[in-house]
Each structure stands twice: as structure tokens, then as C-alpha cells.
């Protein structure tokens, strides 16, 4: 199902919340694609996202979109519980697929996508942003071309969400999780990062919140098998400052990432304004999954390269259970 260069590839996007948004005005950005549909939860709030962008089609069943010819691929971007199930429906309707991270909350979903995946031929790609981010990427590049080599990764994922909200404030429809979710994007990142697969990792945890009933603070240590380090911090209790902060020690220096701004040890900036078309990591994510449709070829991310992060969060659960 690979487009010519002049034919547009015809986009279905599930998931009208604060991460659909952002793909959403990212595809914005990117020549040669056409947003075909908008599926979410609630009717009224889908149809006036999609006004606002020029979507023709809202609805609230993804089997909708699915069942459309002229869609060539679909963006999910629904509750964690739902990724796995939903990548399957897109993948067995013939559809070219991203799903946003993660890729699934049990490991035994995840193998089923790869192996639906690799039966297809379709391009399937979990949203990995950190190995996008321009920041990440110059670090990637040093390690690649023999410049930098990773002792240690420390890293702190640092949010405030003692009520079920999302990034834009509203309530959520289901529950976000420190191990599936956030740990995810570090784990993958930092084997990523290292070129070396993690060969050892331990975690703890908190107590379980009473109504959220998940942890709301976790500690994970991992060691990869070159022997690089990472030890990483999540809580959902931290009141300030939020996000997400990388620091990577290496043989040859210190770089600090914050999101898109990169920091060497002297909290002097690097700029990394050129390494790649644009600073957005969720626009260069969606631009590697249209290339990759295009080029017919697997895309960085793709579902059977993220797996391995999302066998290493089963034996932490494991742990934890």
C-alpha cells in the first residue's frame, strides 16, 4: 500500500485529547499528507477538534475509519489499554500504523502486534519520541560516530497528578501508569542510546495510591550489556518543577537534556537547532512514519525494535508484584 511521492497519504487520527492535538498540528507541518478522519470518546468534542482542522470526517468508533478505503494509515492516540488492540484492528484492515507509547501494558500484546506486524508488510511504529527529539538525537550521534561513550544515564520523569487530569487539565477516562508509560520512554531510550541491550533491572516502588490504585513514586536501575548505568526516578507526587530531565555522563563529558534544549555540564547550551528539520519530536516522529510508508521500509521505532523495552517492563512488574 506504498504511495507515490505525489500522492498524499491519507491519515485517520483516534484520539482527540491533549496528545492528539500535538500530532495534529504537527501533521500540519509535513507535506504530502491529508487528515481523512478524527475518531474520539465524546461526539460534540471530536467534531469541533475536527472543524477546527479541516477534518472532514469525526466519529467515535475506530472500526469506522478502518472500514475506509482511502485511509492508508492511522495515528493512535487512545488510553494505554486500548494500544495494543487497537494496533492489531488497524494492522489486520490493512492499515499502516502508529501507535503512541505504549505500545501495550502486558507484554504478551506487544509479541502479538510484532508478529501481526511482520505477517503484514505494513509499516507499524510505536511512538518513541525521545529517540526524535533533537536533543537525544545530537547524543545519538556522538555515540555513532565514536565521540562520546555512556557511563551513566540519570534521569527524573516528575509530574503532579494526585487527581486523574491530563496535560490539559481536564479528567481523564482511564488511568495513566509510571511503568508502562513513563518508564517506557527511558528504558527504550536509554538501551537506544547505548547501542546495547539491558541485561539487568531492578525497581521499587511506593505505596499504591487509595483511588488511583497505582504507585505514585518508583525507582528503577538498569545496567546494559556494555556496561553503561541508568538510574531513574518517576513520581506523580512531585509538585514542581514537572517533566522530565536527562543527564548523560560520559567518557568524554556531560550533557544535560531538557525536552529540546541540550546543556553540557557547565549548563552552557548546545545548540541543536540543525540536526534535524524541525525541534519538535512528535512532527520528525510522524515525518519518520509517513517516510517509512512511503519508502516502504521499517521506520526507527518501529514495533519489533521497541519490544525488547517492553520485555524488560515485565520483569520490573514481576519484580513489583
Given at each position: 500500500m506504498n504511495s507515490g511521492q505525489s500522492k498524499p497519504i491519507k491519515v485517520a487520527l483516534a484520539g482527540a485529547g491533549a496528545f492528539?492535538?500535538?500530532?495534529?498540528?504537527?501533521?500540519?507541518?509535513?507535506?504530502?499528507?491529508?487528515?481523512?478522519?478524527?475518531?474520539?470518546?465524546?461526539?460534540?468534542?471530536?467534531r469541533e477538534v475536527a472543524r477546527r482542522y479541516g477534518i472532514d470526517h469525526?466519529?467515535?468508533?475506530?472500526?469506522?475509519?478502518?472500514?475506509?478505503?482511502?485511509?492508508?494509515?492511522?495515528?493512535?492516540?487512545?488510553?494505554?489499554?486500548?494500544?495494543?488492540?487497537?494496533?492489531?484492528?488497524?494492522?489486520?484492515?490493512?492499515?499502516?500504523?502508529?501507535?503512541?507509547?505504549?505500545?501495550?501494558?502486558?507484554?504478551?500484546?506487544?509479541?502479538a502486534v510484532v508478529r501481526q506486524a511482520q505477517a503484514s508488510g505494513l509499516v507499524a511504529m510505536c511512538g518513541h519520541t525521545r529517540r526524535f527529539n533533537p536533543s537525544h538525537q545530537w547524543v545519538h550521534q556522538q555515540v555513532r560516530a565514536g565521540r562520546f561513550n555512556i557511563q551513566q544515564m540519570d534521569v527524573q520523569t516528575y509530574f503532579f497528578r494526585r487527581s486523574n487530569i491530563n496535560a490539559l487539565g481536564q479528567p481523564r477516562s482511564w488511568t495513566d501508569h509510571l511503568l508502562w508509560h513513563h518508564a517506557?520512554?527511558?528504558?527504550?531510550?536509554?538501551?537506544?542510546?547505548?547501542?546495547?541491550?539491558?541485561?539487568?533491572?531492578?525497581?521499587?516502588?511506593?505505596?499504591?495510591?487509595p483511588t488511583l490504585g497505582i504507585a505514585m513514586d518508583m525507582s528503577i536501575?538498569?545496567?546494559?550489556?556494555?556496561?553503561?548505568?541508568?538510574?531513574?526516578?518517576?513520581?506523580?507526587?512531585?509538585?514542581?518543577?514537572?517533566?522530565?530531565?536527562?543527564?548523560?555522563?560520559?567518557?568524554?563529558?556531560?550533557?544535560?537534556?531538557?525536552?529540546?534544549?541540550?546543556?553540557?555540564?557547565?549548563?552552557?547550551?548546545?545548540?541543536?537547532?540543525?540536526?534535524?528539520?524541525?525541534?519538535?519530536?512528535?512532527?520528525?516522529?510522524?515525518?519518520e512514519f509517513l517516510a517509512a510508508i512511503r519508502a516502504g521500509r521499517e521506520p526507527n521505532a518501529s514495533v519489533a525494535q521497541v519490544l525488547d523495552c517492553y520485555r524488560v517492563l515485565d520483569q520490573l512488574e514481576r519484580q513489583l508484584g
Open positions: 492528539g492535538l500535538k500530532h495534529l498540528d504537527a501533521l500540519r507541518q509535513i507535506d504530502g499528507v491529508e487528515v481523512l478522519a478524527l475518531i474520539g470518546r465524546e461526539l460534540d468534542k471530536t469525526a466519529g467515535t468508533e475506530l472500526g469506522e475509519v478502518l472500514a475506509m478505503p482511502a485511509v492508508d494509515a492511522v495515528i493512535l492516540c487512545t488510553p494505554t489499554q486500548l494500544h495494543a488492540s487497537q494496533t492489531l484492528a488497524c494492522l489486520r484492515a490493512g492499515k499502516h500504523v502508529q501507535v503512541e507509547i505504549p505500545l501495550c501494558d502486558m507484554l504478551a500484546e506487544g509479541e517506557a520512554h527511558t528504558v527504550d531510550l536509554f538501551a537506544y542510546q547505548c547501542g546495547s541491550p539491558i541485561v539487568k533491572a531492578n525497581a521499587v516502588q511506593g505505596p499504591i495510591h536501575q538498569l545496567k546494559a550489556a556494555n556496561g553503561a548505568i541508568c538510574t531513574l526516578s518517576l513520581s506523580f507526587n512531585n509538585d514542581g518543577p514537572l517533566g522530565t530531565f536527562f543527564r548523560y555522563i560520559g567518557d568524554s563529558g556531560t550533557y544535560i537534556a531538557r525536552y529540546d534544549d541540550l546543556f553540557n555540564g557547565r549548563d552552557e547550551k548546545i545548540d541543536v537547532s540543525q540536526v534535524d528539520v524541525s525541534m519538535n519530536g512528535i512532527e520528525l516522529q510522524d515525518r
